[in-house]
């Protein structure tokens, strides 16, 4: 379905009917793909469409069934990254391979070591030359450990480039960036392939795929729907391609993503949780006005790992029927925060009130019994994988689930199929949890949180890694909780998933809430410069 | 040739690969077989097939099979829930040290007494062996590998210091407890046999868990610990209270395969009492894929070896080493076969492999040596 332009070069890399699949599961199904030198080539597609194994291919990380890849016009066989990254391919992967007590040379060069002396001189050099070419600035001498993520991508590039590549693959790099770094990164991306070359781009992110690539291939269960230039396609356009009906009205591209048919619930359903005085109000300004806090965390404090807390005195309120947004890079106290909330860690000072109720250090089960839902970023975490759907729907209240000692089978099977039909789950009720997508397992998460009806709802990072529709169904479902006046409070780096489901934000820096805005105040850039712990 | 993972196991797999297992064991331990002088078609009749056909014979593997069944499921127990107790043997040796306690000092007791004492007291003294390991675990994060393995030669240490002093034989001078009295020997429970009231006793503990892990909600909490403490945690179950638990019954049901050894088969305490059986359980346990079922099946699978062995060095004159070749070849055996579970073996791809169309290739691939390290 992809073919050259016209009268182009050779292609930097081709891909002829790749076939790829594990047990009965068919990954990659007859996938044709070409690269062009100087072009960034979008791959774009669901979870489990097949991207990334098909990427893995071309690394040499997994072997295909079938199918021919040829570098340049040339049949290759790759069978090893070694084999890719002689034939020029490059891959940084979400997850870096970095080696964290070691310099960025010595990073750079340890996969080309031999035995005997190392030049580090020389070598330092060239690692110099190779980030002046990707322009940007990076010290060679630097420990990996202390550099910030965005940092270690750039090494990871670096290692990629440092091998005279001609073609890289980044799968969603994006994914542990913060705003000012995704710019940088493009602006990089710009300058290499300026010079020729080639860059495979996976991403989830609709508007990246848009800023950055020339062209986009839409991947949908193992088989390339269309390849077309990106100038061609709006996003909604994409969306469809990708899930393969028209996607509905909440879409994380569109800012506001309440329609007018939630702010209509939520003010109507407001009075029934508040003390109906706001009624006339518009539905923002009700659910962060009037009503009662349900979640109260006062001067939270967990000590770190090193000399500065990572939870330092944290105060925040969450009130019923409104969603209060954190944002943040990881790693400056979110998941503190939320393993204090879901009663995994016991803070060393401040208190936590939920429905007045103090609930400070108090083990998870108290915590759900007295009206919290949980759903922590750490999916496997908080499923048990081996044990199958219905077990995990039941486990965090096993004792209404029991006769005597033996399980109530019975009750158990129906509680799993009303909600694996009211959540539109695809799984069976005795598959092993750890077999289901990110997104069904998700779902499965959220049917159990909101199967007991909690008045305050934790919930992290709750679209990471899904796609576009199962990303849309978790945020619909966030909204009715909403409506229903369920005080929500969403932990997130996705910054268009908070700008559009938050009422109020707060930003998280090293451990403090540096920042506190309305949605109305809140801008990207604004909420950008916080995360970087710039003043706004 | 590749391994493919399978998407699904079919129900005949597992039982045929232990045939199989059965037929590649005899295919390698011909030539030994035949070294050793004798007809390797009427040394594995021997070793397997004999044990199984007369009534009496069959019989006796059940008995040597009950501290298997003991110790495996002991280990099952714990592994279950993810307490990794290596320390089945010293609980297995301690529970036998409790039972000849009671006696050797209180002989003159009725079976009816007799029994339930030892048996209690082999539990409760196993269970004990293993609270020490547990305790440190749970609160100390201390490695219950290491203890639990550590805490074995103190249990054997403390058997031989036993039967060297006070508890030595006075009328063989030999370092074994006297024999014990009638009321606390193990009735036998299968006419005709030897198999006594510790088998019946192993296949009940056997049940149990097969109840307590599929139909009840204890036995969920314990696989959850096991699968995956973190989540465990998140979801409101006692980890720390479910992984002690599972290893003091764990303890409990080795010390029970102590007494069962020296009030049933024995019938005194000797310091070869434990032989072993509580690392065997440790094999018999992860090829059961500790399931309750499976660890019966494999405990009466070695067992018939070891009955056969008996046979074979009797009526054959091969060597007795020769029946702990074969069972280590048909442990290694399964062990790999069980491999088929999980991946299918494809000889040789059915249409264009990646490898079929590299022919017109070569010289490139010349210009490129270091891809050669393919390995295809």
Avoid at chain 2, 87 to 94: K, P, R, Y
Wanted: net charge neutral; hydrophobic share 45%; charged share 20%.
């Amino acid at each position: 379905m992809s073919s050259p332009a016209p009268g182009a070069a050779a292609p930097a890399v081709e891909l002829r009917g790749i076939r790829k699949s594990y047990g009965d599961l068919l990954v990659n199904d007859g996938v044709d793909l070409t690269l062009l030198p100087g072009e960034v080539h979008a791959l774009l597609g669901e979870n489990g469409a097949g991207k990334t194994t098909l990427m893995r291919i071309l690394y040499g990380l997994t072997r295909p069934d079938g199918g021919e890849i040829a570098v340049r016009g040339r049949p290759v066989t790759i069978t090893s990254p070694k084999d890719a990254i002689a034939h020029g391919i490059g891959m940084v992967t979400q997850h870096f391979a970095l080696v964290k007590p070691m310099t960025v040379t010595e990073n750079v060069v340890l996969s080309s070591v031999g035995l005997g002396r190392v030049d580090m001189a020389a070598a330092r050099q060239h690692v110099a030359d190779a980030a002046a070419r990707l322009g940007l600035v990076i010290d060679p001498d630097a420990k990996v450990g202390g550099l910030s993520v965005g940092e270690q991508q750039r090494v990871e590039i670096l290692k990629a480039l440092y091998h005279d590549c001609r073609v890289l693959i980044l799968d969603e790099p994006t994914a542990v960036l913060v705003p000012q770094d995704v710019d940088a990164l493009f602006t990089s991306l710009r300058r290499l392939t300026a010079e020729g070359l080639g860059v495979l781009f996976i991403s989830h992110k609709l508007h990246e795929v848009t800023t950055i690539s020339s062209r986009v291939s839409v991947l949908r269960r193992g088989r390339i729907i269309d390849t077309v230039p990106t100038g061609d396609a709006s996003p909604r356009q994409l969306a469809e391609l990708m899930v393969g009906r028209p996607t509905m009205g909440v879409r994380r591209t569109d800012a506001p993503v309440r329609s007018d048919a939630d702010l209509a619930v939520a003010a109507v359903a407001e009075p029934g949780a508040g003390d109906g005085s706001t009624e006339t109000k518009a539905a923002e300004t009700t659910a962060a006005g009037a009503t009662e806090p349900v979640l109260v965390v006062h001067d939270l404090t967990v000590p770190g790992r090193g000399a500065r807390p990572a939870l330092d005195r944290v105060s925040l309120q969450v009130r019923a029927g409104e969603i209060v947004g954190v944002a943040g890079v990881s790693g400056n106290g979110q998941r503190e925060l939320v393993d204090v909330l879901c009663g995994m860690t016991v803070p060393e000072a401040g208190t936590v009130h939920l429905l007045g109720r103090d609930v400070t250090g108090r083990q998870p089960q108290q915590l759900v019994r007295a009206g919290l839902g949980r759903i922590p970023e750490d999916r496997h975490g908080s499923v048990v994988d081996g044990l199958s759907v219905e077990q995990n729907l039941v486990l965090e209240d096993l004792e209404r689930y029991r006769r005597g000692p033996f399980l109530d089978r019975r009750r158990i099977r129906s509680h799993a199929q009303a909600l694996i039909d009211r959540f539109n789950i695809k799984a069976e009720r005795t598959d092993p949890i750890g077999s289901l997508s990110g997104g069904n397992m998700q779902k499965v998460l959220l049917a159990r949180v909101l199967a007991r009806d909690p008045a305050a709802i934790v919930v992290a990072q709750p679209t990471r890694g899904l796609d576009v529709g199962a990303a849309e169904y978790v945020h619909r479902e966030l909204l009715d909780r909403r409506a229903a006046g369920a005080a929500i409070l969403l932990v997130s780096e996705d910054l268009e998933e908070l700008l559009a489901l938050a009422d109020r934000l707060v930003v998280m820096y090293d451990g403090q809430l540096v920042g506190r805005l309305a949605a109305s105040e809140a801008t990207p850039a604004r909420l950008g410069l916080l995360m970087a712990g710039e003043a706004a | 040739m590749r391994f493919v993972l399978r998407g699904h196991e079919p129900r005949w797999l597992a039982p045929a690969l232990v045939l199989g297992a059965v037929v590649l064991t005899y295919a390698l331990t011909a030539g030994p077989i035949r070294a050793a002088g004798s007809n390797p078609v009427a040394a594995y009749q021997r070793y397997v097939i004999a044990p199984l056909t007369s009534f009496s014979s069959f019989g006796e593997v059940l008995l040597a099979s009950t501290p298997l069944v003991f110790t495996g499921l002991a280990v099952a127990i714990a592994f279950r829930c993810g307490f990794w107790n290596i320390g089945a043997d010293g609980q297995f040796i301690v529970g036998a040290i409790a039972a000849t306690f009671f006696a050797l000092n209180f002989p003159d007791l009725p079976g009816a007494v007799a029994i339930p004492l030892s048996l209690v007291a082999g539990a409760l003294v196993g269970a004990l062996w293993a609270l020490v390991p547990a305790l440190l675990r749970t609160r100390y994060r201390i490695d219950e590998v290491v203890t639990t393995l550590l805490l074995n030669p103190v249990a054997l240490l403390l058997l031989q210091g036993l039967l060297n002093g006070p508890w030595r034989n006075p009328s063989s001078g030999f370092p074994e407890s006297q024999t014990f009295a009638s009321g606390y020997r193990f009735p036998h429970v299968i006419p005709g046999t030897r198999v006594d009231l510790g088998f019946a006793v192993a296949l009940v503990i056997a049940l149990g868990l097969w109840v307590v892990l599929s139909h009840t909600a204890v036995g969920l909490r314990m696989r959850a610990v096991g699968l995956s403490p973190n989540a465990s945690r998140f979801n409101g179950i006692a980890v720390e209270r479910t992984l002690l638990r599972s290893a003091l019954v764990s303890g409990a049901v080795a010390g029970l395969g102590g007494v069962s050894q020296v009030c049933g088969l024995r019938g005194q305490l000797t310091t070869e009492i434990s032989a072993g059986f509580g690392y065997t359980g440790i094999v018999v346990a992860t090829l059961a894929a500790l399931t309750a079922g499976g660890v019966v099946l494999v405990a009466v699978l070695l067992a018939d070896v070891v009955v056969g062995s008996e046979s074979a060095a009797r009526v054959l004159q091969l060597p007795p080493q020769m029946g702990k070749v074969v069972t280590a070849v048909l442990l290694l055996t399964v062990v790999s076969l069980l491999v088929l579970r999980r991946y299918r073996i494809v000889l040789r791809h059915p249409s264009k492999a990646p490898t079929a169309p590299t022919a017109p290739d070569g010289d490139q691939r010349a210009a490129a040596p270091i891809s050669a390290g393919g390995g295809r």
